[in-house]
């Protein structure tokens, strides 16, 4: 009998993200990815205990080179905004595996020690207590979110076309900002959507 193939987790990982990048997410399975390692699911269970964990090793695996590292320069607002940045750009290159990313967020440790060093810039603005809790959840909320809509459902997109197209007498509101909608840069609507949530934070903070 053949010696079972050598595997680890890197190895499992980077497979499995290759699973979901070519066929979403609903395609992770076991049997998916020993099909792309060339080995049995069975050989896979003396690795990884079931699709939760197999998941945690995606999530880990898709933020790889993401900068954890808290900017020095630049005011609180500025100093999120990259970190934010820097989050899209990484997981932008995997945008089916976003909402892996809330599950899991406390087994990552890319996830922890980013979000650690977002929660150092907010307390030196001046957040403690449940309002620096409540901010990072709103900003977590925002990038998670918008990471989604820009790949699932790009403002350039057909969603956004057929809702320009709409009756301007039921939906006048609707069809005028969906026609504005599909002028938007991607990145001009990210940034632009943060700065209001940063606006809003820094409001927090002056009230």
């Not at 049995?40 to 269970?45: D, H, I, K, P, V």
């Not at 290159?93 to 892996?100: D, E, M, Q």
């Not at 990471?147 to 076309?161: M, N, R, S, V």
Request: charged share 20%; proline share 6%.
């Amino acid at each position: 009998m053949p010696r079972p193939r050598s595997l680890n987790p890197i190895q499992i990982a980077s497979a499995a993200l290759a699973v979901i990048d070519e066929g979403g997410l609903s395609a992770l399975t076991m049997r998916g990815v020993a099909k792309e390692l060339n080995a049995t699911a069975m050989c896979l269970y003396r690795y990884v205990a079931d699709r939760d964990e197999l998941e945690a090793l995606v999530v880990e695996q898709a933020l790889t080179g993401v900068d954890t590292t808290a900017p020095e320069d630049g005011d609180w607002r500025e100093r999120v905004a990259v970190l934010v940045r820097r989050m899209r750009v990484v997981i932008g290159c995997h945008p089916a595996v976003v909402p892996l990313l809330p599950v899991h967020r406390h087994r990552s440790p890319t996830v922890l020690r980013w979000t650690e060093s977002l929660l150092g810039v907010l307390t030196e603005a001046g957040l403690d207590g449940t309002r620096r809790a409540v901010a990072l959840r709103a900003l977590l909320a925002y990038t998670v979110g918008a990471i989604q809509h820009e790949h699932l459902a790009p403002l350039a997109g057909d969603g956004t076309t057929a809702m320009a197209a709409l009756s301007p007498a039921e939906f006048p509101h609707l069809a005028a900002t969906a026609a504005d909608a599909r002028r938007v840069d991607p990145d001009a609507g990210f940034d632009g959507g943060l700065e209001i949530l940063l606006r809003g934070l820094a409001t927090e903070l002056n009230g």
